[in-house]
């Protein structure tokens, strides 16, 4: 069964910081997709990045990069010099392909809180 | 860009209640899910709907759940009686066909008194 563990609840910064959200997976399949979401306190998830399998370049989006090592099963997700507007939950999630299904599975999440 | 929107944002219901959520998927996507968060927890996989027909269900959709697609935009949540414990904020989502980027709706609060 798949797996999805994001060992930080909590992380605190202040602006400007680096933090670096850990992401561990476990799968038995061979093709799947990793996620991270945003959940800011209004409540919506805001998908940030999907991964597929076959691809571990590693991806920058302005202040946001992800690092997705299979040899590790990890996909941590960095964000560089840090706003207020960053504090929120961040889900890590792993899809698989196996059938017509693609549920996603979440980690528990990590709360961010970025402070002035 | 389009989007998936869900009804009502927030609903209180008395225990033992029929509830109904309702969600317009995104128009061509054909892989329909409910999701639920208790609480300050995880976003955990209920139900997906395929081709008019429930592909995969977890432990907690039990038979006071259904799912529909009464027509060619809605799908809907029941729950038939509802507990305490159904408290929850309910996402619906979808995915189209070609990728795997699944598109969540804004969420339902349903709190049950």
């Known amino acids: 069964a798949q797996k999805v563990t994001q060992a930080q609840t909590e992380i605190s910064v202040v602006e400007k910081e680096d933090v670096t959200l850990d992401c561990v997976y476990e799968?038995?399949?061979?093709?799947?997709?990793l996620f991270w979401y945003k959940q800011p306190p209004s409540g919506e998830l805001v998908f940030l990045i999907r991964?597929?399998?076959?691809?571990?370049q590693n991806e920058i989006s302005g202040r946001y990069s992800w690092n997705f090592q299979k040899s590790t099963s990890s996909f941590n997700f960095t964000i560089t010099a840090s706003q207020v507007v960053d504090s929120a939950v961040y889900f890590c999630?792993?899809?698989?392909?196996?059938?017509?299904?693609?549920?996603?599975?979440f980690g528990k999440g990590t709360l961010l809180t970025v402070n002035p | 860009e389009p989007e998936v929107t869900q009804t009502p944002s927030h609903q209180v219901t008395q225990m033992g209640q029929e509830v109904i959520l309702r969600c317009v998927p995104i128009?061509?996507?054909?892989?329909f899910y409910w999701y639920r968060q208790i609480l300050g927890q995880k976003v955990e996989f209920l139900v997906s709907?395929?081709?008019?027909?429930?592909?995969?269900k977890s432990e907690i959709f039990d038979d006071q759940f259904s799912v529909e697609r009464p027509d060619g935009s809605n799908f809907t949540l029941k729950i038939r009686s509802t507990k305490l414990e159904d408290s929850a904020m309910y996402f619906c989502a979808s995915l189209p066909v070609l990728t795997d980027t699944q598109y969540f709706g804004p969420g339902t609060r349903l709190t049950v008194l």
């Open positions: 991964r597929n399998s076959f691809d571990e």
């Open positions: 128009s061509n996507h054909l892989y």
């Open positions: 799968t038995r399949d061979t093709t799947y997709y």
């Open positions: 999630a792993l899809s698989e392909r196996g059938g017509s299904n693609y549920k996603l599975t």
């Open positions: 709907f395929y081709n008019n027909e429930i592909s995969e």
